[in-house]
């Protein structure tokens, strides 16, 4: 069963503006991550919150995270066309256990 | 560092034949997992390897489905005799090390198209 719920299913937006992408998972977890995967092609790690961690910045990215409410965000400022990708948050939970995915959020950015 | 490979890229395959991909990991890198991916859906997760045991199977459909990692580098998955709803990417993704803080690293991914 898919751990995290990415809200919205797709976003659409012009270029220079921000994207908002949120992400539900249902059960404690030691870190959560978001990847990228650009059409046709495997997923690109991009960033990694632990989860006595708040927030972190990596570039144009940020993410948030929420334990209490078992959310995250993803933030990218200032979005270029090149941007164009789906989003996933995935969850590690504890122990020796996979890294699952959420369904994604698909962004369109355009020019 | 060179990346995780998969191949083939693509296969098509008609149903109730058999078909196999490779993954050879990251140097070093001790998880390996391989994931499911169908159109417009996020990955999901087939197997988790650790070195060469198995860590997490149990959505594998093992009844047409079968993997393995021989010494714990390279691996393999198969499938046989494949369905119609096998049509999916097939991602293999490898990390130093399951459980921990690290992120996993993803090959390209072989399209399987089932006829």
């Known amino acids: 069963s898919q751990q995290g719920e990415e809200d919205p299913q797709a976003l659409s937006i012009q270029e220079g503006e921000n994207a908002t992408m949120n992400c539900s998972y249902k059960?404690?977890?030691?870190?959560l991550q978001w990847y990228r995967q650009n059409s046709g092609r495997g997923l690109v790690h991009l960033i990694l919150?632990?989860?006595?961690?708040r927030e972190k910045h990596s570039g144009r990215l940020r993410v948030t995270l929420d334990t209490s409410k078992k959310s995250s965000s993803l933030l990218i400022t200032a979005s270029r066309a090149a941007d164009t990708a789906s989003y996933f948050c995935?969850?590690?939970?504890?122990?020796?256990?996979?890294?699952?995915f959420g369904k994604g959020t698909r962004l369109s950015v355009i020019a | 560092e060179a990346g995780v490979a998969q191949s083939p890229r693509y296969k098509i395959i008609e149903k109730r034949q058999s078909v196999a991909f490779w993954c050879n990991p990251i140097?070093?890198?001790?998880?390996l997992y391989w994931y499911q991916q169908i159109l417009g859906q996020g990955p999901k997760l087939l197997i988790q390897?650790?070195?060469?045991?198995?860590?997490?199977d149990s959505q594998l459909p093992k009844d047409r489905f079968s993997a393995e990692r021989l010494k714990g580098v390279d691996s393999t998955l198969k499938i046989q005799p494949a369905k119609l709803e096998d049509s999916a990417v097939y991602l293999c993704?490898?990390?130093?090390?399951?459980?921990?803080?690290?992120?996993?690293?993803f090959g390209q991914g072989t399209r399987l198209t089932v006829v």
């Open positions: 993704a490898s990390s130093l090390m399951s459980g921990g803080n690290t992120e996993a690293f």
């Open positions: 059960t404690s977890i030691n870190n």
């Open positions: 919150i632990r989860s006595n961690e």
């Open positions: 995935a969850t590690h939970l504890s122990g020796n256990t996979p890294l699952v």
């Open positions: 140097s070093g890198h001790a998880t």
């Open positions: 390897f650790q070195n060469n045991g198995v860590v997490d």
